[in-house]
């Protein structure tokens, strides 16, 4: 029954080893759909603000959850150019210094770090102070297997398998509704909910929230919306609740209009499902329909091989990842409707190329905060260093940050939760600056 419960595969696009290619066989996910009854009427056309919960609460933000499946190479996103031993461990896969010239050099950040040129449309939001980069960060009790750190990093605890919901679930479970009476509390922008959002109330997966309907026949539509409504009238909550609520949130989405939304600022979207779903994301925020998490994801980095960090594969992922989130922090990033985006990966690469002029499975990494409460204009770390005796377990970055920590600080700081330990509950979060 389509729009009720959805059991179906999370679709990645990684190539790379065959363990990522069974997890994107083997990862199933269910998102809950019982959401409280509401009354809606739908709107024809774009609405700047749609307004059907209670009024909005401008003290807390929006978190948009951005998840670089497949193990992102840090040391190419975030360019540690002051340290010799990546040039040293990269002879063939580093990024330029930016002092060597041309479009293939790095853009300075701080005099340490810099951005490749995949990834230099984030550049003016560093220098805008609204994005800071975590490097060196991740779970110390991390492993290499893509499906086991995936769901350490969404759970946010490691090695526990009764542990089911995930970070931002608790979250959502354990703070009041941005709006109260809202609908929709949080949305996977995904085939399903990611373990991140897994217990959050009032959580859907939709791919394409543009198009969010039943499935079937048109023509047979209301007659199937009419069935379900009387069939499911006289059965218990929540199974009731979720089936009454099926034309309510059709009506919600639809009145959004995602096909005539018009970026705000001059922000451009690429037109790719990273950048689809980001604009989806922006004109769900600016309707202020009550939707206070968004998740989306971005595969494709599990760079084994011919990783091509300057004019190829993940160059190419750089620009689609960076350009599209330059874009929304244009769009909605000007502080009129706080947003807060962070970006992670399950863990990073090997400080050293391998012989097929890849990268294999590693330890540390970094991560991205963005938005205009965020301390931005700094790569926030305690650089472990890069030559030997300096690497973790003599071939990775080490990790001296963990991610829960920025997460947490998050949590408390900008989504308006001080019970940080019912979404952190096996961790003692220390702060660390990334947040006004």
Known sequence: MAGLTENVMHRQDCSGCEEYRDLSRRQFLSGSTSLALAGMATAPAWLPRVAYAGEHRSDRDVIVSIFLRGGADGLTLCVPHGDNGYYNLRPDLAVPQPDSGGPQAATDLDGFFGLAPGMAALAPAFAAGD?????????????????????????????????????????????????????????????AVPRSLIGGPQTLPVPDPGNYDLAGRPGTRDARLAYLAEQYAQVDDPVRAAAGNVQATIDLLAAIDFENYT????????????GRALRAAAALIRAEVGVEAISVDLGGWDTHDQQGPIDGALNGLMRVFANNLAA?????????????????????????????????????????????????????????????????????????????????????????????????????????????
């Open 131 to 191: 994005l800071a980069i975590v490097h060196a960060c991740g779970m110390r009790e991390a492993s290499r297997s893509h499906f086991d750190a995936q769901r350490f990093v969404e759970v946010g605890e490691a090695n526990n398998p009764s542990m089911f919901t995930g970070w931002l679930g608790r979250h959502l479970l354990s703070a009041p509704p941005l709006q109260p009476g809202a609908l929709l509390r949080a949305l996977s922008l995904g085939f």
């Open 263 to 274: 970026p705000g600022n001059g922000a451009v979207y690429e037109d790719n499902e990273f």
């Open 328 to 436: 929304f922090h244009a769009d909605v990033g000007s502080g009129d409707k706080p947003v807060t985006t962070v970006a992670v990966s399950e863990f990073g690469r090997t400080a050293a190329q391998n012989g097929s002029l890849g990268t294999d499975h590693g330890f540390g990494n970094c991560m991205f905060a963005l938005g205009p409460s965020i301390a931005g204009g700094q790569v926030l770390t305690q650089w472990p260093g890069l030559s030997p005796g300096q690497l973790f377990e003599n071939r990775d970055l080490d990790i001296t940050i963990d991610y829960r920590d920025i997460l947490a600080e998050i949590v408390q700081n900008r989504l308006g939760n001080p019970d940080l330990a019912a979404v952190f509950p096996a961790y003692a979060p220390v702060f660390q600056g990334v947040t006004q």
